[in-house]
Protein backbone atom coordinates (compact mmCIF):
# COMPACT_ATOMS: atom_id res chain seq x y z
CA UNK A 1 0.00 0.00 0.00
CA UNK A 2 1.00 3.14 -0.80
CA UNK A 3 2.41 5.64 2.39
CA UNK A 4 -0.05 8.81 2.31
CA UNK A 5 3.58 10.52 3.76
CA UNK A 6 5.01 10.02 0.75
CA UNK A 7 2.03 10.26 -1.76
CA UNK A 8 1.00 13.65 -3.75
CA UNK A 9 -2.34 14.08 -5.17
CA UNK A 10 -3.01 16.09 -7.95
CA UNK A 11 -6.62 16.77 -9.31
CA UNK A 12 -7.87 18.29 -12.97
CA UNK A 13 -5.58 17.58 -15.57
CA UNK A 14 -6.81 20.36 -18.45
CA UNK A 15 -4.84 23.50 -19.81
CA UNK A 16 -3.11 24.72 -17.13
CA UNK A 17 -3.25 21.67 -14.79
CA UNK A 18 -1.44 19.15 -17.01
CA UNK A 19 1.95 21.30 -16.86
CA UNK A 20 1.73 22.23 -13.27
CA UNK A 21 1.26 18.11 -12.43
CA UNK A 22 4.08 17.15 -15.00
CA UNK A 23 6.32 19.47 -13.43
CA UNK A 24 5.82 18.30 -9.94
CA UNK A 25 6.09 13.82 -11.19
CA UNK A 26 9.34 15.61 -12.37
CA UNK A 27 10.89 17.40 -9.12
CA UNK A 28 9.40 14.56 -6.93
CA UNK A 29 11.84 11.82 -6.03
CA UNK A 30 11.29 8.90 -7.65
CA UNK A 31 10.43 7.22 -4.54
CA UNK A 32 7.35 9.56 -4.05
CA UNK A 33 4.05 8.62 -5.53
CA UNK A 34 2.18 11.05 -7.58
CA UNK A 35 -1.99 10.12 -8.38
CA UNK A 36 -4.14 11.76 -10.53
CA UNK A 37 -7.84 12.26 -11.11
CA UNK A 38 -9.52 13.77 -13.98
CA UNK A 39 -12.71 13.36 -15.66
CA UNK A 40 -10.80 12.33 -19.33
CA UNK A 41 -9.25 9.23 -19.19
CA UNK A 42 -7.52 9.69 -22.26
CA UNK A 43 -5.83 12.73 -20.51
CA UNK A 44 -5.06 10.38 -17.43
CA UNK A 45 -3.57 7.39 -19.76
CA UNK A 46 -1.43 10.36 -21.79
CA UNK A 47 0.03 11.60 -18.43
CA UNK A 48 0.70 8.25 -17.09
CA UNK A 49 2.35 7.47 -20.31
CA UNK A 50 4.45 10.65 -20.58
CA UNK A 51 5.39 10.96 -17.26
CA UNK A 52 6.41 6.87 -16.44
CA UNK A 53 10.10 7.63 -16.57
CA UNK A 54 9.94 10.04 -13.74
CA UNK A 55 8.45 7.48 -11.01
CA UNK A 56 5.05 5.91 -10.30
CA UNK A 57 1.93 7.83 -11.00
CA UNK A 58 -1.52 5.96 -10.06
CA UNK A 59 -4.72 6.98 -10.42
CA UNK A 60 -7.43 7.94 -7.91
CA UNK A 61 -11.37 8.04 -8.60
CA UNK A 62 -12.45 11.22 -6.80
CA UNK A 63 -11.54 13.43 -4.12
CA UNK A 64 -12.59 11.69 -1.56
CA UNK A 65 -9.84 8.92 -2.56
CA UNK A 66 -7.38 11.26 -3.10
CA UNK A 67 -7.52 12.93 0.54
CA UNK A 68 -6.92 9.02 1.70
CA UNK A 69 -3.99 8.15 -0.29
CA UNK A 70 -1.79 11.31 -0.04
CA UNK A 71 -0.93 13.65 2.76
CA UNK A 72 -0.72 16.79 0.06
CA UNK A 73 -3.84 17.12 -2.34
CA UNK A 74 -3.60 19.84 -4.87
CA UNK A 75 -6.34 20.73 -6.66
CA UNK A 76 -6.11 22.80 -10.24
CA UNK A 77 -10.34 23.41 -11.45
CA UNK A 78 -11.99 24.94 -13.95
CA UNK A 79 -14.64 26.93 -11.95
CA UNK A 80 -16.59 26.91 -8.88
CA UNK A 81 -19.05 24.65 -9.36
CA UNK A 82 -15.88 22.06 -10.25
CA UNK A 83 -14.57 23.27 -6.30
CA UNK A 84 -17.79 22.43 -4.57
CA UNK A 85 -17.99 19.19 -5.98
CA UNK A 86 -14.55 17.91 -5.72
CA UNK A 87 -14.10 19.50 -2.51
CA UNK A 88 -17.61 19.36 -0.77
CA UNK A 89 -19.59 16.21 -1.50
CA UNK A 90 -20.33 14.40 0.80
CA UNK A 91 -19.16 10.82 -0.65
CA UNK A 92 -16.70 11.60 -3.34
CA UNK A 93 -15.48 15.07 -1.85
CA UNK A 94 -11.82 15.83 -0.73
CA UNK A 95 -13.10 17.37 2.70
CA UNK A 96 -15.23 14.15 3.42
CA UNK A 97 -12.28 12.13 2.27
CA UNK A 98 -10.04 13.55 5.11
CA UNK A 99 -12.72 12.99 7.45
CA UNK A 100 -12.68 9.38 6.87
CA UNK A 101 -8.93 9.56 7.13
CA UNK A 102 -8.77 11.03 10.25
CA UNK A 103 -10.66 8.24 12.04
CA UNK A 104 -8.71 5.54 10.01
CA UNK A 105 -5.14 6.25 10.49
CA UNK A 106 -3.00 8.72 12.08
CA UNK A 107 -2.24 9.95 8.47
CA UNK A 108 -5.48 11.79 8.23
CA UNK A 109 -4.95 14.24 11.02
CA UNK A 110 -2.31 16.93 9.03
CA UNK A 111 -3.17 17.40 5.16
CA UNK A 112 -2.03 20.18 2.83
CA UNK A 113 -4.99 21.15 0.79
CA UNK A 114 -4.30 23.99 -2.33
CA UNK A 115 -6.67 24.64 -4.64
CA UNK A 116 -4.94 27.00 -7.50
CA UNK A 117 -7.72 27.82 -9.67
CA UNK A 118 -8.92 31.45 -9.91
CA UNK A 119 -12.37 30.41 -8.00
CA UNK A 120 -14.97 32.67 -6.97
CA UNK A 121 -14.50 33.54 -3.20
CA UNK A 122 -17.31 32.42 -2.12
CA UNK A 123 -16.72 29.07 -2.97
CA UNK A 124 -13.37 28.89 -1.57
CA UNK A 125 -14.70 30.38 2.32
CA UNK A 126 -17.36 27.53 1.69
CA UNK A 127 -14.18 25.07 1.25
CA UNK A 128 -12.75 26.77 3.65
CA UNK A 129 -15.76 26.68 6.37
CA UNK A 130 -15.84 22.96 6.18
CA UNK A 131 -12.21 22.35 6.21
CA UNK A 132 -12.21 24.83 9.46
CA UNK A 133 -14.97 22.52 11.06
CA UNK A 134 -12.75 19.24 10.83
CA UNK A 135 -9.73 21.23 12.47
CA UNK A 136 -12.56 21.58 15.22
CA UNK A 137 -13.99 17.93 15.52
CA UNK A 138 -13.93 17.03 19.32
CA UNK A 139 -12.83 13.48 19.99
CA UNK A 140 -13.36 11.56 23.27
CA UNK A 141 -10.35 10.39 25.68
CA UNK A 142 -9.99 8.92 28.64
CA UNK A 143 -10.47 11.54 31.93
CA UNK A 144 -7.25 12.52 33.49
CA UNK A 145 -6.59 9.95 36.63
CA UNK A 146 -7.27 12.53 39.98
CA UNK A 147 -5.45 12.43 43.09
Same mark, same amino acid.
Given at each position: ?? /???????????????? @? %??????????? &????? =??? =??? &????????????????GVVANGF???KTADAVI? %?? @? &? /?????????? @???????????? *????????????????? =????? =?? *?????? &????????? /???????
Amino acid at each position: MT /SPKNTVAFIGLGVMGY @P %MAKNLRKGLGS &DQNLV =ICD =IDK &DTIARFQEETAEYGPVGVVANGFEAAKTADAVIT %ML @P &D /SSAVEAVYLD @PTTGIVAGISAA *ATTSTHGQHKLIMECGT =IETAT =IA *AVSAAV &DKLQATVRA /SLPPTLP
